[in-house]
């Protein structure tokens, strides 16, 4: 779109799209960490009231349990049962005076507690019960047959249970009737005072309201919005705040996995929470749930809050980067300008070093910098390129020193009058291949084996010539070998050490080179056993190389200290020492380069 090449325009979509991003990632975090926090608030809220609950209701039923034990433990209540249980057989009025004193003690006991709507012992065995008369209790009532058989093997005394949510179907008077769902505590009676005495006389039954469960949990739910169930051992629901609340058979094995957790799950189409615990007194789990949607909602409140204010922020970033990048333009279209004059070849222009800005002042500055460094470099390039190609001549001339080529025909003219064919074969061979690598590819770089290969053609000529005075010690690393070098760089520097070395002494001609690799570099050291040179000749020679502006033309190692530098950069190094009548040593270093082209 032509729009967005304008500046102008790219501005404002960038601070934009900066501000924009960078609000929505601060609200998304803002309410995922907010949701995170108001989650695990939720869950930490349940779970404590999930345990309130429970606490109230192991106290509750605790102290019922405790009024039991308290009648177990009745060394009344155990005589007058022992004498009843002697005496079923035939009916004495000593009998009705037995069921009234028990009949009697458990009205004391349990009468004023409006939470109990029914009690009353009974011996399953005997057919006996102790609760006005025995025509109130159905000895037949399946829920009776349970208990007794529950507690008829039990081996100590004070024993009790409890009894889910279930209908009192073993009253037959309607006075004790009722339309509602009771829950029942029994405890044995036996005589705890001799545990050598097994006999089960009765078992205690007190049947109780759900109401009281009523007003425990309904109070809760009415001050937290949070549903409650209670579930007993056999998995049955005792009692419900809400009684279309369900749960599914892999929501009830979840419950008596572990003693209290929590989970969530979708309930009724609503995703909720589901905590529960369990009672340390009768195993009953209390269940509470609390749907999300309450979250949902404060959750909603932070979306739309983050939304308006992010189209407020846009708004105000948008008409921000307006007015910045109008008061911002002037400078920036000069400067546009100024780089497409340089862009035509006007590099002698220059930008004014003060600005409104002081950014751009600075980048005005910058950019004069930079013109006047293209100029100069543009300069050093020109100087550059004659220097490469004065170096390229001076290679050029180089390549056969015409007084080496009459000598060496001179020598081959000499052995044929003294028949040595062997050396003049040898001399011709060497001859041919250093022509036929002078001649090919001229001023190209070459693998350091090909430079090694013409040193030793040079030195077997040199060598048959002076008769073998000539002793040419050569290392080489193989991990060197194809890493390449300008050509006709060693041959110079051994024939100087021949020519201006070892040449002035009477002894045998050393002259050595040593190639290895040295971390990511070159390193090549020739050296002899020459003349040397003076002090003063050696501080001449390296302050020559190390001054451009001193060294001087030739094929001498001024001019391979250029051919190098050219080639490979300050990295490439040169280096002479000497000492008088003990020889010169010339040390090379170079990065390690391969050539681009074979040899």
Do not use: C
């Not at 037995?98 to 003690?105: A, D, K, P, Q, S």
């Not at 390039?381 to 009459?406: N, T």
């Not at 350091?448 to 290392?475: A, D, P």
């Amino acid at each position: 779109m032509k729009i967005m090449k304008s500046i102008n325009a790219r501005i404002i979509l960038y601070l934009s799209l900066i501000i924009g991003l960078s609000l929505i990632s601060l609200g998304v975090t803002s309410y995922q960490i907010f949701s995170r926090y108001t989650k695990n608030d939720m869950i930490k809220h349940v779970t404590t009231i999930t345990a309130q609950t429970n606490q109230s209701l192991d106290l509750y039923l605790s102290e019922i349990k405790d009024s039991l034990h308290f009648l177990s433990i009745d060394k009344d209540l155990i005589s007058n049962l022992q004498s009843s249980l002697s005496k079923n057989n035939n009916y004495t009025v000593e009998q009705d005076q037995i069921r009234v004193r028990i009949t009697e003690l458990l009205y004391n006991m349990f009468a004023e507690k409006s939470d109990v709507s029914g009690y009353f012992i009974y011996n399953n065995d005997d057919k006996i019960s102790f609760i006005n008369n025995r025509a109130l209790i159905g000895y037949d009532s399946p829920f009776l047959n349970k208990v007794w058989g529950d507690f008829k093997n039990t081996q100590y005394a004070l024993q009790t249970r409890f009894y889910g949510s279930h209908k009192p179907d073993y009253y037959e008077h309607s006075s004790n009737q009722t339309d509602g769902n009771v829950i029942t505590i029994a405890a044995n009676i036996k005589d705890s005072y001799d545990p050598s005495d097994s006999t089960l006389y009765g078992v205690a039954i007190f049947d109780y309201n759900i109401s009281k469960l009523k007003r425990i949990y309904d109070q809760i739910q009415t001050q937290t919005g949070i549903e409650s169930i209670i579930v007993d051992d056999q998995q049955q629901f005792i009692y419900q705040t809400d009684p279309s609340l369900t749960l599914s058979r892999s929501s009830m094995e979840k419950l008596f996995e572990h003693s209290s957790g929590y989970w969530t799950e979708n309930i009724g189409g609503n995703k909720s929470l589901i905590s529960y615990t369990t009672s340390a007194v009768s195993g009953w789990k209390t269940v509470s749930l609390l749907s999300f949607s309450q979250l949902d909602k404060s959750l909603m409140l932070i979306r739309n809050t983050t939304i308006t204010l992010f189209a407020i922020m846009v708004t105000l970033t948008i008409l921000f980067a307006s007015a910045m990048t109008i008061r911002t333009n002037r400078p920036i279209l000069a400067l546009v300008k100024f780089i497409k004059d340089v862009g035509k070849g006007n590099l002698n222009l220059r930008l004014e070093r003060k600005s409104t800005y002081e950014e751009f002042s600075v980048l005005n500055r910058g950019i004069n910098d930079m013109m006047d460094k293209i100029n100069e470099l543009i300069e050093e390039s020109v100087e550059r390129q004659l220097l490469q190609k004065e170096a390229e001549y001076d290679a050029l001339q180089s390549k056969m020193d015409p007084h080496f080529l009459f000598n060496t025909l001179q020598s081959i003219s000499s052995l044929s009058i003294l028949g040595r064919n062997v050396d003049i074969e040898k001399v011709t061979h060497a001859l041919r291949d250093m022509l036929h690598y002078s001649l090919y590819r001229q001023n190209d770089m070459v693998p350091i084996q090909s430079e090694v290969r013409s040193v030793e053609n040079y030195l077997n000529i040199q060598n048959i010539r002076y008769n073998g005075k000539i002793r040419f010690e050569l290392y080489t690393d193989e991990n060197v070998l194809f890493y390449s070098i300008n050509k006709f760089t060693l041959q110079p520097l051994v024939e100087n050490a021949i020519y201006h070395g070892v040449e002035g002494i009477d002894e045998d001609w050393l002259i050595s080179i040593r190639i290895t690799k040295q971390s990511e570099k070159v390193r090549i050291k020739i050296s002899d056993n020459g003349i040397g040179m003076t002090p003063k000749q050696l501080l001449d020679l390296r302050a020559q190389l190390s001054n451009k502006n001193l060294r001087t033309g030739g094929i001498g190692l001024s001019s391979i200290a250029d051919r190098l530098e050219l080639k490979f950069g300050p990295s490439a190094t040169l280096e002479v020492d000497s000492e008088q009548y003990k020889g010169t040593t010339i040390v090379l270093t170079i990065p390690q380069h391969y050539a681009k082209r074979g040899d």
